[in-house]
């Protein structure tokens, strides 16, 4: 049940508190799903923030999404628990507050009869754990140490992790959990100050970092150590003083390849590599507060943007104007999510309730959950058939009688007593990961 | 005649002015008089045409008779209905039906799904470990800095001095242009929890900004209805030196209970209840009236209160995560009008 439910959660939320939500987007139903990170805040999803928290996990961790109707799928009160509270080793460092977002990765869109989907999950003391949403637990963790500060990106490409943190450190790790390495396969030094690291969605190896006074660079990991593209501050203003530099967030457009970002000074500009200028090739300004998350809309045109005050805009970048605003949030917005077909988008913030709105046709809140924590980060399953899934039935999934040793001794170390034998029976099933394929959205 | 008709149309009422009245009578007389020509009985009650409203005559003083007399007509009734269901009240005694409470804007409320529960663990976990919680383990006692806007004039002066007075461990230091983003490290370093900021307009001081401050969030407030000590009536005499208790009136929801400990924290843990002082943050419609009082209990049951200090009105505007920064800061909440404000039922605090 708990598989069940956690399969055909659409939207997951990371919160301050540690705790991994997922949810319904639709009507029909609040399944619950998601579990704590060890009472640490989660760093990303999409992205993450850390706070100075560490500690006990709350007890239950699985709150649910409300999706609409009240109906249903309490599924029998006795929704197991989700994912296991890990509790304090006490080891964790102490993070100064700062806001570590990472990127993570996004089940794959393409399959509808999708089995396997995987989250990573970056937290506060820099572990970065694999959350299966088939099976709705968490299945493994590993630290990644090295750098100061929290997550800012996150990415997987070939069975390698690409982690990077605050202080410019960005590693790329091996991804593989019977053997958590401790040396990575790759270090490279951003810049200190970064904000955001993402992938290409098209090029699993060319990464983009930028940050405050941290200029936008384009990393090919595979290629040299020196970045394949390094943006150029814009000319002075007309006080000939210098522009300063606030990298807050970076998408790449798909089909060409240019980067699109926003700053902390309320500016949103569009880069292109591939003309021989390093300057942005435009930029617009929105409001006077400074822009905290972006994400692209499924028409291709234009980016959604959100600042510190909660206003969402979408913006054209052809031609650099706004097309329209999206009203309700009262916090800052701390993670924004686009459908990759549908026109929907899924806005989190520090007001603690994640919103659906829809962009066009017309423009406006869908429908808004209350979650008892801040959000930081929010991600959309890709999957085009929303509203299709049906009612589980509750079916006993087939038991597989390999017992892994090392998912016992975790089991015992970590999870608490639950009623529920199915649980722990399909904890112990072989996990099955499907790595990310290469043509999927990524956040 | 339609003005004879009226007229004895109105003396058929009983008419208490005495001007009216004579004339009315004469009035009546001269029809009596007239139908007695005619040998036609004259109409005893009343005769308007249907359709009829007092707004439609057009003479203002008999309009003016016509509706005190029909308003007074219906407060009778009115009283008449209210001892006839108190009387049926009594009659049935315990089988009455419970008396219907009248709707007020706090009952219509609408429901808010971010009011607290109790016992909900996640909020309980995510205030343990919120910024807060070093003041609530009893690790830390509050410090309290006041301050005002630049060239602060009287009343904001008296003020400050006279919240001085009620929080306990509180400092008020001139504000000399400093800016708050310099004053704050300063503050953290000396061991300061909290920073009170209170704004000056136009003489009188209208805001309010409490920042805790290793890190913690930074609320901003209006303050109107600001009334000094000497301009309370049948005040007590001035606060003494005990630490005085505190109560948090009404903060139900998520953001109330974050504005509720915020200023549960400006006060040390341990009142001491030989002052008998208590100062009171009440909510209410999400505006926070501030009370200083002495209470003496005369009895068991009853308590005499004398209002001492200084009484303000707070409304929130914004809450910030982190320390004052206006421009480049994180809002939790920020109060948009336009937006939040639709609703003559609806509350956030």
Known sequence: MASDAARWNHVWVGTETGILKGGWRGLASTESGGGTCGGL?????????????????????????????????????????????????????LPGGSSGPGASQPPSPRHPALLCLQILVGCADRTVKHFSTEEGIFQGQRHCPGGEGTFRGLAQADGTLITCVDSGILRVWRDNDKEASPDPLLELRVGPGVCRMRQDPAHPHVVATGGKENALKVWDLQGSEEPVFRAKNVRNDWLDLRVPIWDQDIQFLPGSQKLVTCTGYHQVRVYDPASPQRRPVLETNYGEYPLTAMTLTPGGNS????????????????????????????????????????????????????????????????????????????????????????????KVPSEDTETDELWVALEAAAKRKL?????????????????????STSP | MAKSGDKSGGSGKKSLKR??????????????????????????????????????????????????????QQRKEKLAAKKRLKKERE???????????????????????????????????????????????????????????????????????????????????????????????????????????????????????????????????????????????????????????????NF?????????????????????????????FHNQRDYIF?????????????????ELGPRFTLKLRSLQKGTFDSKYGEYEWVHKPREMDTSRRKFHL
């Open chain 2, 91 to 249: 009659a049935l005694g315990d089988k009455a039906p419970p008396k219907p409470i009248p709707k007020t804007i706090d009952n219509q409320r609408v429901y808010d799904e971010t009011i607290v529960d109790p016992n909900d663990e996640e909020v309980a976990y995510d205030e343990s470990t919120d910024e807060f919680a070093s003041y609530f383990n009893r690790q830390t006692s509050p410090k309290i800095l006041i301050t005002t806007s630049d060239r602060p004039h009287g009343r904001t002066v008296r003020l400050c001095e006279q919240l001085s007075t009620v929080i306990p461990n509180s400092h008020v230091y001139y504000r000399r242009g400093l800016a708050l983003k310099k004053i704050i490290p300063q503050c953290i370093s000396r061991d300061f929890t909290d920073l009170i900021v209170i704004n000056e307009d136009r003489k009188t001081p209208n805001g309010l900004i409490l920042s805790h401050l290793p890190d913690g969030p930074t609320a901003h407030f209006k303050m109107s209805s600001v009334r000094l000590r000497k301009e309370i009536k049948r005040r007590g005499k001035d606060p003494t030196e005990h630490i005085p208790e505190i109560i948090l009136n």
């Open chain 1, 419 to 439: 009623p529920d034998l199915k649980q722990t029976q399909r904890a112990l099933q072989t996990k099955r990961r499907k790595k990310k394929r290469p043509g």
């Open chain 1, 303 to 394: 980016v959604i943007v959100g600042n510190t005050h909660g206003q969402l805009a979408e913006i054209d970048f052809r031609q650099g104007r706004l097309l329209g605003c999206l009203k309700g949030l009262a916090g800052s917005v701390r993670g924004l999510q686009c459908h990759p077909s549908k026109p929907l988008l899924a806005s989190c913030g520090l007001d603690r309730v994640l919103r659906v709105h829809r962009i066009q046709n017309p423009r406006g809140l869908e429908h808004k959950v209350y979650l008892k924590s801040q959000l930081n980060c929010v991600l959309l399953s890709g999957r085009d058939n929303w509203e299709d899934e049906p009612q589980e039935p509750n």
């Open chain 2, 290 to 306: 501030f009370r200083f009082h002495r209470y003496i209990f005369k009895s068991e049951k009853k308590v005499g209160i004398q």
């Open chain 2, 252 to 280: 139900t929801t998520r953001l109330g209970h974050s504005v509720g400990r915020m200023f549960a924290s400006l006060f040390p843990h341990n009142p001491q209840f030989i002052g008998r002082q208590v100062a009171t």
């Open chain 2, 19 to 72: 001007k009216a009245a004579i004339a009315e009578l004469q009035r009546a007389a001269v029809a009596e008089h007239e139908a007695t020509e005619s040998g036609v009985q004259p109409p005893k009650t009343a005769a308007f045409p249907p359709g009829f409203s007092i707004s439609e005559i057009k003479n203002k003083q008999r309009r003016h008779l016509m509706f005190t007399r029909w308003k007074q």
């Open chain 1, 41 to 93: 805040p989660l760093a990303t999803l999409a992205r993450l923030t850390p706070s100075t928290r560490r500690g006990e996990p709350s007890t239950k961790t699985s709150r649910e999404l409300h999706g609409g109707g009240t109906a249903t799928a309490r599924g029998g009160g006795e929704r197991p628990l989700l994912g296991r509270r890990r509790r304090d080793s006490g080891e964790w460092p």
